[in-house]
């Protein structure tokens, strides 16, 4: 006769500490440690410390620190990572093949990294989680990105252009009432958000009443890629990474049952030369990174390219006078105040930078905002000017084999969303009251409010 057995208690009790466990190793591994050691090390003079420190407590972006850290030299070796500032050694870092995408905290060898990998069984799909894009490395890199690029060519794109100065031009209209009546509007919210969330929630094949969800998950998701945060805020991201995930599995399993003309259901029904689909876990990391990255970044642009066209009216004044400067402007925003601010590497094998020989196992921090004001590239780089005749030069887009998927898209969005609100508005005027958001590596504002005039 068999016995029937339920699990025990003390079964489900330990299984339960481990689920609890595992987010707390994780924080502390990934962030906890790093900002005690690193906030250690700026006290010390560290200027890689001081780095982390000042994008944590300040809003400004720390151009000063940059400008110190390129002083040092191509790569200045910093306590706990090699650090450039120099845009070409910036560029060097990331097409260097011994280098990879990303940097492994609380995961490898010994005892910290046994527990690391332990506690990351459970992470939450994420843009620096594998397989993403952002940290996957060839053939697998290679395989997947082919089946999303087609998409984002510059031809595509410009098959998009229509229907995206058709979505500016609306969401234009619908603030002409509070145009007229003087208030202030939030140009963050009520523009700079929802033109790239539409464009990417259509080419993925979002329904409409799903849109601000998506714009929800990606904001509240955006700090995943910043080191040293609070258990609090770790806590908040994750839970929105585990929600965003549960959301795009049954998003995806639309796409299955009744797929359309769009991105994704292509990516559905894409094979390989071989007949091999994308993995559902691939499937989801891509989907995710294309529709997060495909609008968060580009928010950073709009409202980054408004408060500087602001700031500067005679800049604003030789774009009036003359809007075929319009694309050469978006490419001078993108320098002087880009929507990401640095990327970080890891070495896989011995290797030479900038004559510099660096170890298997290093970090190497590559600061794009820092490279794109590097006066050996850029005259007077501190100046934002939009007939700089090399602003396109920068590496806001990265560079290499991860160079950006949707860098043509954010370009187009950024000449029609810039140009179309600067000429509907022409007296736009931004008000007191602007915020920044409070991401490390994202940057850009949270609030722009603004009389339009």
Not at 236 to 245: D, G, H, I, M
Not at 364 to 393: K, M, Q, S, Y
Request: aromatic letters at 4%; one cysteine or more.
């Amino acid at each position: 006769m068999l016995l029937r057995t339920t699990p025990r208690p003390v079964a489900r009790t330990t299984e339960a500490l481990r689920s609890a466990a595992r987010p707390a190793v994780r924080w502390g591994l990934g962030h906890a440690l790093p900002r005690t050691v690193m906030g250690s090390a700026a006290r010390r003079g560290d200027l890689h410390g001081q780095l982390l420190v000042a994008s944590s407590t300040s809003a400004d972006a720390p151009i000063e620190l940059f400008d110190a850290i390129r002083a040092q030299g191509p790569i200045h070796r910093s306590r706990y990572a090699y650090v450039t500032a120099t845009l070409p050694v910036v560029r060097e870092v990331l097409a260097n093949p011994d280098v990879r995408a990303g940097v492994d905290l609380g995961t490898g060898a010994g005892p910290l990294g046994r527990l690391g990998t332990w506690a990351h069984r459970t992470t939450p799909m994420g843009p620096l989680t594998p397989p993403s894009l952002l940290v996957t490395e060839p053939p697998d890199h290679t395989r997947m990105r082919k089946l999303v690029t087609r998409v984002f060519s510059v031809k595509a794109v410009q098959r998009l252009r229509d229907r995206t100065e058709e979505i500016a031009d609306d969401l234009l209209t619908s603030l002409e009432q509070q145009a007229r009546d003087g208030r202030p509007v939030d140009l963050v919210e009520a523009y700079c958000a929802l033109l790239p969330v539409t464009v990417i929630a259509e080419i993925l094949g979002v329904p409409d009443s799903e849109r601000h969800t998506v714009l929800e998950f990606g904001t509240a998701a955006a700090p995943s890629l910043d080191l040293g945060l609070s258990w609090g805020r770790f806590r908040t991201v994750e839970r929105a990474l585990s929600s965003f995930e549960r959301w795009l599995v049954d998003h995806i399993e639309a796409k299955r049952r009744d797929p359309g003309d769009d991105l994704l259901s292509q990516m559905v029904a894409a094979r390989d030369d071989d007949g091999v689909a994308l993995t559902d876990k691939e499937l989801i990391a891509t989907a995710g990174l294309v529709l997060a990255a495909g609008f968060e970044t580009t928010v950073n642009l709009l409202s980054n390219g408004i408060a500087l066209l602001h700031e500067h009216p005679e800049q604003r004044a030789l774009l009036a006078a003359d809007p075929d400067r319009w694309p050469n402007a978006v490419e001078e925003v993108l320098r002087h105040d880009p929507p990401v601010l640095l990327t970080g590497r890891t070495v896989v094998r011995d290797t030479e930078i900038a004559g510099t020989r660096v170890p298997r196992g290093a970090v190497v921090t590559t600061l794009l905002a820092g490279a794109n004001r590097d006066p050996e590239v850029f005259a007077d780089p501190h100046r934002f000017d939009v007939t700089r005749e090399n602003a396109a030069d920068h590496v806001s887009f990265s560079a290499g084999r991860h160079f950006c998927l949707g860098a043509a898209l954010a370009r187009m969005e950024g000449q029609v969303g810039l140009q179309r609100v600067t000429e509907r508005f022409p007296h736009l005027r931004l008000v007191p009251g602007a915020t920044r958001r409070d991401t490390r590596i994202l940057r850009g504002f949270h609030t722009l409010p603004a009389v339009l005039g």
